[in-house]
């Protein structure tokens, strides 16, 4: 069925902001459970992804609504950096705190690989199938991306959505290789953001975007 107008600004925001409401008290109660250590490399690692998704909501949203807002060349640069700041905040994070989850070497090397593997291969799969520009929301700008075909290589010839899947786990790897209780922390309100962003911004989005297509049960993204 077409979706005969684009989601609002507003559409699932305030979902969105409710989940970030039960999120950031959550994630204070487990900070301060396992003793709240090291507060400026904690916050400054949960304060990038909330930027990260909201420079993502407003800049698709006002796109899709003409309104005033960065051109793609502009736009992905800052998706980008903001990208990486990602998991080298939370590299920095789980250095700092390394050693602070009780496990043996050989469980840690096993659980780090067991999550490494299939994270790198869902890395593999969007840089050679999918395209960084693509997976940055390319099709919000241009009009050619969203006449392109489900992508069914690598791993999404298995999921339709192996960057939240699979991708994630990547961060847990660098949290459990450095046994790291505060980067757990932060892994699972990052997990779980992502699918906040995914929920109440991306999926709406998608649902628009890819019902104008002649064939619209081919665009839209099921998690």
Request: a neutral charge; one cysteine or more; aromatic letters at 16%.
């Amino acid at each position: 069925m077409s979706v005969a107008s684009p989601p609002s600004l507003s559409t699932g925001l305030w979902s969105h902001l409710a989940s970030v409401a039960v999120l950031l008290p959550a994630t204070y109660c487990v900070w301060d459970l396992i003793g709240q250590p090291h507060p400026v490399p904690f916050w400054l690692a949960i304060a990038i992804p909330l930027v990260h998704q909201f420079f993502v909501w407003i800049c698709w949203r006002q796109r899709l609504n003409s309104l005033p807002t960065l051109s793609f060349s502009m736009y992905l640069p800052i998706f980008i950096v903001l990208l990486i700041a990602r998991p080298i905040s939370l590299l920095f994070l789980a250095f700092v705190d390394r050693d602070s989850l009780e496990i043996t070497m050989s469980l840690r090397i096993l659980i780090t690989m067991a999550l490494a593997l299939p994270a790198a291969y869902a890395m593999y799969s969007v840089f050679r199938y999918f395209g960084v520009r693509r997976a940055a929301g390319a099709d919000h700008y241009f009009a050619e991306y969203r006449n392109l075909p489900m992508e069914s290589r690598g791993l999404f010839k298995y999921t339709n959505n192996g960057m939240y899947l699979y991708g994630f786990l990547g961060i847990w790897a660098i949290a459990f290789g450095f046994a790291s209780l505060a980067a757990i922390v932060v892994c699972a309100f990052a997990h779980i953001y992502i699918w906040v962003h995914f929920l109440f911004v991306e999926r709406p989005d998608m649902n628009y975007l890819y019902s104008q297509r002649p064939d619209p049960s081919s665009g839209e993204i099921l998690p």
